[in-house]
């Protein structure tokens, strides 16, 4: 069965089953900036969300840079996504979605480079580790993001949208080759903090995303224990563990 018009649907913000523990508030680097660019990173910007792994990205960029952000939520329950007007934004039909006065944005990974660069954040770095930091994104967006995904899905899409039960055999052969890939990362990740040189960028967040909602998803994350330190990492930035804004519930 084929996922919900969003694929990756994360269950409700603040749900049990994001294991980042808490810790300590952190603070994104302020770097020096031009005037030019302190007015134009204080321009607002509008950002259409929903909890779901994709907008995940983007709000944890945004709240990590305190990037001047109006939320707007998108309510995927009632095909908002699908409305008119959303769909002039995004004709794809899905989140998230960035307007920064006339320039609109879509796909998360681009969202996120946008918002680093904006407020001349070494998240997106302006120098040959630029195209390390894209061979990861796309690593993560073609090979390990997709198989872990899948794993999201049948066990936590599939019961929050009550369309059946996990399909055990695809949940062992996704299981198997995420296995694969974490090799990959987990030999990556042996002597290194960060995916990238020595510092957090874009490729950690996205390469990450499924991994807070692990044990419920069986995720094997236990097996690869670098992983799960490079995990256990991010967990202490509090934009990674609690990345969306408060939404209103409907009457």
Known sequence: MKPPPQACIDLP?????????????????????SPFRRILR???????????TSPRKACV??????????YAYVDLDRGEQKA??????????KVPTLVDGTRVLWESDAIMCHLAARSDSDLWPQDDRQIDVL?????????????ASQLYFEYIIKPRFN???PDVDAAGRAQEAFRQLAAILENHLQDRRWLVGKTLTVADFSLAITLPYAEAAHIPLAEFPAIQRWHDTLCEIDAWREPFPEIAVAA
């Open 84 to 93: 008119p007007e959303y769909l002039a934004l995004n004709p794809n039909g």
């Open 135 to 147: 061979r990861w994104l796309s690593w993560a967006g073609q090979e390990f993001n997709p198989v």
């Open 61 to 70: 960029v945004a709240k990590y840079l305190q990037s001047p952000v109006e």
């Open 42 to 52: 204080r321009r607002p910007m509008k950002l259409y969300w929903s909890n779901v």
């Open 163 to 165: 369309i059946g039960e």
């Open 13 to 33: 913000a603040g749900h049990a089953s994001c294991h980042c523990p808490a810790k300590a508030s952190d603070t994104a680097v302020t770097e020096t900036e």
